[in-house]
């Protein structure tokens, strides 16, 4: 499967959003799957990935080829640090545009490109 980062995305501000000192409730998991467009086995997958990189402190237990317990946990300090670079929608939207002009990027990669967009605007800001 293919990471999508749209998903990481939304995945990491939801995760963040939860009021439940417990992690992501499975309630929550509910709602997430409703209103967004993404695949149950997609979240499933992407929730392991998301654990693997250690952004999130759960994960997501398959059977068969479905994905049939989504528990993302809780972010991580990693996690809030890479949602940090990426939460701005307008530097979401630069570091995507850039990113797209390469065939592979990971997401350490895509956090040193909303960095770099990040600087740039600051030195904007400040006259630079």
Known sequence: MKLNHDLVRSLLLSIESSD???GFSP??????????DFSKNDIGYTVNKLKEA???T???TISGDDYYIINPGNLTYDGHEFLDNIRDDGVWKDTKEIASKFSS???SFL???AVGVISEIIKKQIGF
């Open 105 to 107: 990027v990971s997401a």
């Open 20 to 22: 439940n000192p417990h």
């Open 111 to 113: 956090s040193k490109i």
């Open 54 to 56: 250690r952004f999130v």
């Open 58 to 60: 759960g994960e997501a």
């Open 27 to 36: 309630r929550e998991v509910n709602e997430f799957i409703e209103n967004n």
